[in-house]
């Protein structure tokens, strides 16, 4: 079993900066891969990043590569999302969410844990 914490949202400006944080509690943390996700209102979830249990292997949506990076601190169990280079179409809940798989996930359905969410929003 895996409870996950997102922390680390907030509003911020175009083209501002965010840490957003995944707290991950159980003894097998190292052994997940995990993923950020993120819903807009009124639209569905969408995959943004994710990474393989190592760190090893990255992933991410085209509209965030280049200006978002996903890492991992196992012996910390966090998993960290920086954002940057912010737009007004990044603002969503962002979700963080693992899976007992070594690789990287790109599907929510391929995730067994999910968190509450931070709330992103960009202001112009």
């Known amino acids: 079993q895996v409870q996950l914490v997102e922390s680390g949202g907030g509003l911020v400006q175009t083209g501002g900066s965010l840490r957003l944080s995944c707290a991950a509690s159980g003894r097998t943390f190292s052994s997940y891969a995990m993923g950020w996700f993120r819903q807009a209102p009124g639209k569905e979830r969408e995959f943004v990043a994710a990474?393989?249990?190592?760190?090893?292997?990255?992933s991410y949506a085209d509209s965030v590569k280049g200006r978002f990076t996903i890492s991992r601190d196992n012996a910390k169990k966090m998993v960290y999302l920086q954002v940057n280079s912010l737009k007004a179409e990044d603002t969503a809940v962002y979700y963080c969410?693992?899976?007992?798989?070594?690789?990287?996930?790109?599907?929510?359905?391929?995730?067994?844990?999910w968190g509450q969410g931070t709330q992103v929003t960009v202001s112009s």
């Open positions: 969410a693992a899976a007992q798989a070594m690789d990287v996930l790109l599907g929510g359905n391929e995730y067994d844990y």
């Open positions: 990474i393989s249990w190592s760190g090893g292997s990255t």
